[in-house]
Nanobody, 131 residues
Framework: EVQLQASGGGLVQAGGSLRLSCAVS????????IGWFRQAPGKEREGITC???????????FYADSVKGRFTVSSDRGKNTVYLQMNSLQPEDTAVYYC?????????????????????WGQGTLVTVSS
């Protein structure tokens, strides 16, 4: 059974940092794309970053403009965990953050920001940024 467990959310002041974790289990491949999404109150869920291993030493990553330069996605293959380091957080980053996994290979993704590209979802972790 494929499972994703997101954790690490919390309350932080503007300008602060948090690191989210997404523990992945039940996959037969280490090379499947993992995306991070977020959903703010009253807004649609949006894709903010995606990571996939290309080889044992190479990965590809994509970022939404809204987080580029502030957020960094990384993976630890040995721990089957994907991380989202979030720096310079702003109140507009307040949202429930989700990780998701796609059964498609990275080169088959049409739009990494499209929710329909992903087959499995974690439960979400709340990030609140106070001003």
């Amino acid at each position: 059974e494929v499972q994703l467990q997101a954790s690490g959310g919390g309350l932080v002041q503007a300008g602060g940092s948090l690191r989210l974790s997404c523990a992945v289990s039940g996959f037969t491949s280490d090379d499947l794309p993992i995306g991070w999404f977020r959903q703010a109150p009253g807004k649609e869920r949006e894709g903010i970053t995606c990571i996939s291993s290309i080889s044992s030493s190479d990965t590809f990553t994509f970022y939404a403009d809204s987080v580029k330069g502030r957020f960094t996605v990384s993976s630890d293959r040995g721990k089957n965990t994907v991380y989202l380091q979030m720096n310079s957080l702003q109140p507009e980053d307040t949202a429930v953050y989700y990780c998701a996994a796609s059964e498609s290979r990275w080169y088959d993704l049409v739009n990494w920001r499209d929710l329909d590209e992903y087959d499995y979802w974690g439960q979400g972790t709340l990030v609140t940024v106070s001003s």
